[in-house]
């Protein structure tokens, strides 16, 4: 009898009376046992049995292995997988780590900085002529050590000016401070800052040429009432001399600023729209430069508006110097339309009032200043003739804000009027003579021929670096294009013939180069500096000697040579000789824009931080309809 299979299928009885299931007595043949079961059977000890017979017992079968964690709190992760980690980070170290801390401990040999180019060495010297050319009471760190004080008791025949008119600049080498291209030379000193700051900056002289201004601007601001906003009276020059007087004066005499014992006139001008106008130019320019000073800034601006209104009143408009025998034969203002136009440009870059700008692309201004005409001369930048400067400002206006209607007829007039003054600097086409030695004549073949061409290449570099940043490659001259490198090579060539690559070998750069001018004709730089008085004659034998100027008056840029390129070295011969500050303010602009050694580029936006922003503006509407008569 079978017993239940409580599992399923049959038991049957061995021949030794044991029970073997079906799956055992199919499989007998093979005469395999379970090796395992057997141990356990006649082995009930096997739990004891140490590994290795176990092993035999059991073959070893497969036997999975368990994984171990590390459990850091927030994450699980296995040895294996930390090992892993811990070979990155030290394979890491060893790559990266370690030749970084070998290198932070090894002596540091830092590069050389580039070295500055002959622009930024001769801007240096150039800017140090306005310390030379200081008048009134100068601080300890004016760096010119060979002069002093001086001019202390100008302005004390005006009754009207607190502490009279002490400061400001002489402005060649004589003891006359000429306040029309005084104002002229801060102006183009305050542009070259705005469009350059970074450059200045980069070179340490933004910190200097700011004082310089600063110098020029306190003094204008006594030459009016600047606490008013409606004068009628400007003093419009501080000694001076008149043509063939025997009597002592800044002409006759030759002596220090230090030593001056004679009167100093000073000339009251009633009427002159161009000498207002320019000093508002100076002043609104100013007051950008030093946005950063509000109260000197509002100050300026104020005053800008004062002279302005001074200039724009119809019983003013005359030029400052007409039946003035102390200023014509030395600084002859040829018309006042172009200080309107550039006055009014600076001011409504600086006060962003509308007036100003509608004022400045009048139709009847550039009319009036008979630019339309397009004579070679209007295309010269001068302390005479501002339109050239002028119309390149307010085409400024025009490519970087497109400010559009109104103003955009008169824009775009001004804008080809300065491409063809660009064009008109090319020697391709010959509107200016050139010397044989490549020096452009500006002023037909008149001697002091550097300043204009000083100002003529800073204004074509200046367009360049306009044009530059708008991503325009060359302007147009007639049929024929012009890339912006031909503007640079033009501001390039003449700069370069300042500075000596020249027929004479020569610097016209006092103190730059090798060669140099060493009788300049400047009474300051001729007199020694020994503390001993000169009369007003008795300086005439430093005037006269031969001998090269006791004291270097570095940077000061010279008449220059004639238009055969020859030049004389003489103390007597000023108009070779004698430098300006107007001169010397072109120069200083024109070096800032081509040095290279900070890099290139202007800065596009501070100039007009002033004008709100511009939305579009509509035409005025049509006249209504009305039915045509018959």
Not at 335 to 346: F, I, L, P, R, S
Not at 423 to 435: A, E, G, P, Q
């Amino acid at each position: 009898m079978h017993s239940r299979n409580n599992w399923g299928g049959s038991f049957e009885m061995s021949s030794s009376g044991e029970e073997v299931s079906g799956y055992e007595a199919n499989n007998n043949h093979n005469k395999e046992w379970d090796r395992a079961a057997l141990l356990e059977r006649y082995h009930p000890q096997s739990q004891d049995l140490d590994e290795t017979l176990q092993s035999w017992v059991l073959g070893r079968g497969e036997k999975s292995k368990k994984t171990k964690y590390v459990d850091f709190g927030c994450i699980m992760i296995s040895h294996k997988a930390l090992k892993w980690l811990f070979g990155s980070i030290f394979l890491a170290f060893i790559v990266i780590g370690l030749p970084i801390i070998i290198v932070k401990s090894l002596p540091k040999h830092h590069s050389p900085p580039t070295p500055p180019d002959n622009y930024t060495l001769a801007l240096h010297k150039a800017l140090l002529f306005f310390n030379a050319q200081k008048s009134g009471r100068l601080p300890k760190s004016n760096g010119i050590p060979w002069r002093g004080n001086s001019g202390l008791n100008d302005g004390n025949d005006t009754t009207d000016v607190k502490g009279g008119l002490v400061g400001g600049y002489y402005d060649a080498g004589d003891n006359t401070k000429f306040h029309f291209p005084m104002a002229f030379a801060m102006t183009m000193l305050s542009w070259s800052v705005l469009e350059y700051k970074q450059k200045y900056m980069a070179i340490n002289e933004y910190a200097h040429t700011r004082e310089l201004i600063k110098w020029g601007t306190d003094y204008l601001l006594l030459t009016f009432n600047n606490s008013a906003t409606k004068i009628d009276k400007i003093y419009g020059q501080v000694g001076g001399s008149l043509n063939g007087s025997t009597t002592p004066d800044d002409h006759y005499c030759w002596q220090r600023p230090e030593d001056m014992e004679y009167q100093r006139r000073t000339i009251s001008i009633h009427q002159g729209a161009d000498l207002a106008g320019e000093m508002a130019a100076a002043l609104a320019s100013a007051s950008i430069v030093f946005q950063d000073d509000v109260a000197y800034s509002k100050k300026l601006i104020k005053g800008a508006q004062t002279v302005f209104n001074f200039a724009r009143d119809s019983g003013k408009r005359k030029p400052y110097s007409r039946g003035e025998p102390y200023i014509e034969p030395f600084y002859n203002s040829s018309g006042y339309y172009d200080e309107y136009m550039w006055g009014a440009a600076w001011l409504y870059y600086a006060t962003g009032n509308s007036t100003y700008i509608s004022l400045a692309t009048n139709p009847s201004i550039f009319k009036n200043s008979k630019a339309y005409f397009l004579t070679p001369d209007f295309s010269v930048l001068s302390w005479d003739n501002k339109l050239p400067a002028a119309m390149l400002l307010l085409t400024r206006f025009r490519m970087f804000l497109n400010p559009g209607y109104p103003y955009e007829d008169m824009l775009k007039m001004y804008h080809n009027v300065t491409s063809l003054t660009m064009c008109s600097y090319l020697h391709h086409y010959k509107v200016f003579n050139r010397t044989r030695g490549g020096l452009i004549q500006l002023n037909h073949g008149q001697p002091q021929s550097l300043q204009y061409a000083a100002n003529a290449a800073f204004m074509a570099s200046l367009f360049a670096d306009y044009m530059l940043e708008i991503d325009v490659p060359g302007w147009q001259c007639g049929s024929t294009y012009f890339p912006i490198s031909a503007l640079k090579a033009f501001a390039t060539s003449q700069i370069e013939y300042i500075l000596g690559k020249n027929p004479m070998k020569m610097s016209y750069i006092v103190g730059f180069g090798n060669k140099f001018p060493k009788h300049v004709h400047h009474r300051g730089a001729s007199i020694p500096n020994d503390h001993k008085h000169r009369s007003c004659t008795g300086g005439w034998k430093w005037r006269d000697t031969p001998n090269p100027n006791p004291n270097t008056i570095t940077g000061a840029m010279v008449g220059g040579p004639d238009r055969f390129d020859q030049f004389r070295d003489s103390r007597k011969n000023y108009n070779f000789t004698e430098p300006t500050l107007a001169g010397n303010a072109g120069l200083v602009a024109a070096l800032i824009s081509l040095t290279s050694t900070t890099g290139s580029g202007i800065d596009r936006n501070t100039i007009f931080s002033a004008i709100p922003p511009l939305g579009p503006q509509n035409p005025p509407p049509p006249p209504p309809w009305k039915p045509i008569k018959t």
